[in-house]
């Protein structure tokens, strides 16, 4: 970590304890405008379904269902689809906050919704449609078990010599997340895919069954939107860089995601393929979700396969006059600070960004 990020962290901490620890966010948050906060994670930490995972991608039950404890004191807590109805409805009433988990990993049946049903929360699961709905496998977790399996270093060298002497093929990368992030940005998509899953199926892996022990089956997957602690999202079919795919494969994996979400929530399509979403399923989360990650069609073609928002990774709260679909969301795992998190609920952080101070992202 640079010198500047330590000190932009040691500040923001020192701001957020303030402010939380004094109380004085509860007048920040009467004195600033109707926001949503919409946190996002991906799992509660199940060392039997997801214990592969990166630990960023987790959160323990008890932390989780601590921090929604908090915020429920002086937020609402509400779904995403609620959350922004209620700011457009200019009758938003408390400040609210969305929790929302990306991916549909299986916990989010099991371990969240008894969670919710405790805490009285309510979530936002977004469905990667090709894993939930078809089965298929993700790259991501065909190159993690890779290298759970060979060791970084082992991984690299067998993608290469598959993919050959081309652009994104990771000659010589000796560590994980260097290797990640060439296949992620580098390689040719469908390429990387084959060749991820013929290496899987060549060490004796079994696709269909990591598959199975990570991800909500069909069945689980209708059972949590049928919950009324939950409302589902799309997140398209293959869970690629939606900016590094052409317009025509942009649009197949957006709107085919859609497609694979209505097919799983038995909803009708119409002749033309465009009926709209129903009161589950209309809200949308891009893959990876920086700004670097989409491009200047996405929001539009998100917007077009009939979803009525779309949210990034990049941190902040959501107002009336935020575009729908380039919605903030703050990451929440195991290293998430309360004080933090309640700061940016409160409208704490957004009064210092007004002043020209932006201490989160
Ligand atoms: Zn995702």
């Not at 509660?44 to 989780?64: C, F, H, W, Y």
């Not at 405790?118 to 078990?145: I, N």
């Not at 010599?161 to 469908?190: C, E, F, N, S, W």
């Not at 465009?274 to 009161?279: D, E, N, T, V």
Request: hydrophobic residues 40%.
């Amino acid at each position: 970590m640079g010198l500047k990020h330590r000190i932009k962290s040691g500040l923001r901490g020192l701001y957020a304890r303030v402010l939380w620890g004094t109380g004085l966010h509860r007048v920040v948050d009467r004195c600033s405008r109707p926001r949503l906060l919409v946190l996002y994670g991906h799992c509660v930490d199940q060392p039997e379904t997801n214990g592969s995972l990166d630990a960023d991608m987790k959160i323990s039950g008890a932390r989780l269902e601590a921090i929604l404890t908090a915020l429920r004191r002086s937020h609402d807590l509400v779904t995403l689809g609620e959350g922004l109805e209620r700011l457009r409805s200019r009758n938003a009433g408390r400040s609210m906050v969305a929790l929302t988990m990306d991916d549909g990993y299986r916990d989010n049946l099991h371990d969240l919704v008894p969670l919710l049903e405790r805490t009285g929360a309510r979530a936002t699961v977004f469905l990667e449609g090709g894993a939930v709905a078809a089965r298929e496998l993700p790259w991501l977790h065909s190159l993690g078990w890779l290298v759970g399996r060979l060791g970084a270093t082992e991984a690299a060298a067998r993608v290469t010599a598959r993919l050959g002497d081309v652009p994104g093929a990771p000659v010589g990368v000796t560590d994980a997340g260097a290797l990640k992030r060439k296949l992620k940005y580098d390689a040719d998509p469908i390429r990387r895919d084959a060749v991820l899953l013929e290496l899987v199926k060549a060490e004796g892996g079994d696709p269909a069954g990591i598959v199975d022990d990570l991800y909500l089956s069909r069945e689980e997957a209708q059972a949590l939107a049928a919950s009324a602690s939950v409302e589902v999202g799309g997140h398209t079919a293959h869970h690629p860089v939606l900016g590094r795919l052409g317009v025509d494969a942009q649009e197949r994996e957006i709107s085919g995601g859609a497609a694979l979400l209505r097919e799983l929530l038995g909803e009708e399509v119409s002749d033309d393929g465009q009926a709209p979403l129903g009161a589950s399923g209309h809200v949308f989360a891009y893959p990876y979700g920086r700004r670097w990650d989409i491009d200047e069609h996405s929001p539009g073609m998100v917007r077009a396969a009939g979803y009525t928002c779309a949210v990034t990774t990049h941190a902040g709260v959501n107002h009336r006059s935020t575009d729908p679909y380039l919605l903030k969301r703050w990451p929440i795992h195991d290293g998430t600070a309360l004080h933090e998190v309640g700061t940016e609920a409160s409208g704490g952080f957004e009064l210092l960004r007004r002043l020209g101070i932006d201490l989160v992202e």
